[in-house]
């Protein structure tokens, strides 16, 4: 069973509303095994808003429409989608009776506007709204279903399996009851019991391209569970999707994929679905009773900042410091002048001092230290803006690395704070750090 | 100029990352006079790519794509674009020599499959990307346009009209810049005719239904412009749009809705458009010549990397201290550990105590400490998760004020940074502090 999802709204199309509903709908459709293959959005205009359910209902088993359901006259899913079906609109009058109620209990006389609200087309089903004006609807197009083939837009024929239309409003606040009380468990119903199944896995350090290398046949198109990649602030996640009849199987080629996946990329992965960098690292330093602390020049605070991003950070976290000057580096952490002086603020020995007085200055089992060119002024030839020195004290020695960053200021400063968590996670992992 | 937003990605239909993009973009185009008639998104499938290309192209005339110009065999934009104009891809060697520079800047050798993003449709011009390794594509498609009416659907005929069609990156860092600096202009010199003048003006400290209160009238439904709030962090923001057939006359109304906003709300408003809170901080910061030093515990360092956010920030900022435990706070920053003890770590006292021995050490102008609860545990009944205390030193006193605020650890954390830049912002503005 496949479905498609249409937005009805000139607020969405102007860009001035975010469409969280699509993305909300298409989560639980997934979870029920349906499948979406487009989402789609209109303004507010009758003949578009028709067209687009006579253009997607020709392409699904499903079409979800919300918004268009409200009383004003901009508010047209109701009329486009008579159009559509060939059907009069009628009036409904149990919801009539039902908006009376709502309107007496604010204490209120209903509008007269609102009537329009309980008009659906003639034969469709009214779905019960327990949390607002607009009741949903539910009705059965059997108007020309297109087949899919790989041309496409070309062949049309009849099919006979008619496409079921939902209209919901497009008040999250009622269309999320609407759909999980009464849609839901209807799709439920008829989807045969197919599984989708996700999972992400994070990983940060290198390129997507790098990672869809090393995935190489894990990727390939068509098999079953799917491996994709996004990238996001310098997170390269993978998605897998399981896609099985059976719930069991769903579950157990989940389990073999996503093994796969970690055998190649191995510590690179440093988490799933809803895990942070920093909530990861933050459970190896609670795990093995160790405390950090940390030195910032151009990260300005936000290693710290990321540091104490979950509660309990107190069990790990006691001192940081914020050496954005050469002056702060100096009175604040002992670098000593000569050392600034000879290598510059962005050098392997400043980051090196940093990080072993910070450490001795904390009492800290770790200390961490970065300092680098975030721009986008402040680069020169040999030190180019991008350029970050990490150093890492441990009780043991003092590792120190360079890095380059590509990006802008933002950028540059983001990575700088992950890829100082990640040589931590990796040090408490008891890993080489690969980079 | 009318025009559609088509996104690709499977992430975006299956609804796992919400697509902000088609708003951006849609944003941008009302801007220019540009009409935008529909949001699609579909998934990684060249057929269904092709498909929506053609139909979209079809009733506009300028499709916007984003998303599927990745290295990755899921990345099918570049070759559905070519199914569909009939032309094959031709490797372009600039873009070969741009990849091998980018990523010998970076220390890295180009992976082999990154080739394929210099892959253009054979008449396309290639769009340069500044932020990434996926140029943009324009080309012009010059199939059949078929006419609107409103039984749309039905009629097809020849329209000399051809479709001009973008294809840009998926990633926002990407996508954006390259908008503004290479198709923006492009469309604005073609667009003629009505203009759509959008503003923002951002506010902080006070809920969206003051605001709205406040503004009364100006937010009356059908005024034009139109005045509307959004929400986001904390933020509140007035969005005005103009639209008028004359451009002058669209910014004099524009000037003259923007002034009554600003009669009205006066120095809560910190910013338009792109400002944020830090940035204004920094301007009045920079433009004064005085300097700010920070000691932080519930925030983490967040202050201070909210401080440091922009280039040009060492001029003001030069020390920073995370006193995360009681510890740092008394060894750092010599809070007496009497007062600690007395009083607790989240207190008026120490606070004002930090605020003293931060500016004092640091030579700075101002400090600004913060100590709070941000949860979701450590709260009681007098001071539950929420409770922040701020301190701000200067030439003159220290100043101190305790808030609550509600959400969860992030937010309260967030709101404290921004809390904090605002009593710094109203210090500076020679204004009292409202709240």
């Known amino acids: 069973m496949n479905a498609i999802i249409l937005s009805i709204g000139d607020e969405l199309v102007l860009g001035q509303t975010l469409d969280t509903n699509s993305a909300w709908l298409s989560q639980q ?26 253009e997607e209902a020709a392409r699904c088993d499903v079409l979800l ?5 409200g009383p004003t006259d901009d508010d047209l899913t109701r009329e486009a989608l008579a159009d559509v079906l060939g059907q009069p609109l009628t009036l409904r009058s149990e919801w ?23 008009m659906l087309p003639e034969q469709a089903d009214l779905i019960w709204n327990n949390n607002g004006t607009a009741p949903g609807i539910r009705v059965k197009w059997s108007g020309v279903r297109r087949e899919e083939d790989s041309s496409a837009s070309q062949a049309s024929r009849l099919n006979p399996q008619p496409c079921m239309i939902f209209a919901v ?44 290398e090393r995935l190489g046949e894990l990727m390939k198109r068509g098999r079953n569970p799917s491996v994709g990649t996004t990238v996001s602030h310098g997170v390269v996640s993978l998605r897998v999707n399981a896609r099985f009849e059976s719930p069991a199987r769903a579950h157990e080629e989940m389990e073999q994929t996503v093994k796969a996946c970690r055998t ?20 190896l330093l609670t795990a093995s009773g160790k405390t950090v602390a940390t030195a910032e020049s151009c990260t300005g605070g936000l290693l710290a900042g990321s540091l104490t991003d979950l509660a309990g950070s107190s069990r790990f976290f006691r001192y940081g410091w914020v050496v954005y000057s050469d002056e702060a580096k100096h009175k604040l952490l002992d670098v000593s002048q000569a050392t600034l002086a000879a290598h510059g603020t962005v050098s392997e020995q400043v980051v090196r ?6 450490r001795r200055v904390a009492g800290a089992d770790y200390a961490v230290a970065i300092s680098g060119i975030a721009g986008p002024g402040g680069g020169s030839q040999q030190k180019p ?10 009780d043991g020695g003092t590792a120190a690395q360079r890095f380059l960053f590509s990006g802008d200021r933002e950028m540059i400063r983001d990575r700088s704070v992950k890829m100082a968590l990640t040589m931590l996670r990796y040090h408490l ?7």
Not at 98 to 109: A, D, I, N, P
Not at 264 to 283: H, K, T, W
Not at 385 to 394: E, L, N, R
Not at 429 to 435: A, S, T
Request: proline letters at 4%.
């Open 29 to 54: 459709l997934a979870g029920i095994g349906c499948d979406v293959a487009a989402h789609r959005t209109v303004a507010d205009d009758r003949a578009a808003i028709a067209e687009a359910i006579r």
């Open 65 to 69: 429409i919300s918004g268009g359901l």
């Open 96 to 118: 009539v009776d039902e908006l009376q109620r709502f309107f007496t209990r604010l204490g209120r006389t209903m509008p007269e506007r609102n009537k329009v609200q309980a």
């Open 169 to 212: 409003p497009g008040v999250p606040k009622e269309m999320k009851p609407m759909f999980a009380d009464a849609i839901k468990p209807w799709l439920s119903d008829r989807s045969g019991g197919a599984v989708i199944l996700q999972k992400t896995l994070h990983t940060f350090g290198v390129g997507e391209s790098t990672i869809a």
């Open 264 to 283: 190649v990329l191995g510590d690179l992965i440093y988490g799933e679905d809803g895990d942070s960098l920093s909530q990861r690292v933050a459970e």
């Open 353 to 358: 001092e940093l990080a072993d007085h910070a």
């Open 385 to 394: 803006v991008g350029t970050v020195w990490f150093a890492m004290s441990y």
């Open 429 to 435: 992992l008891g890993k080489r750090f690969p980079f």
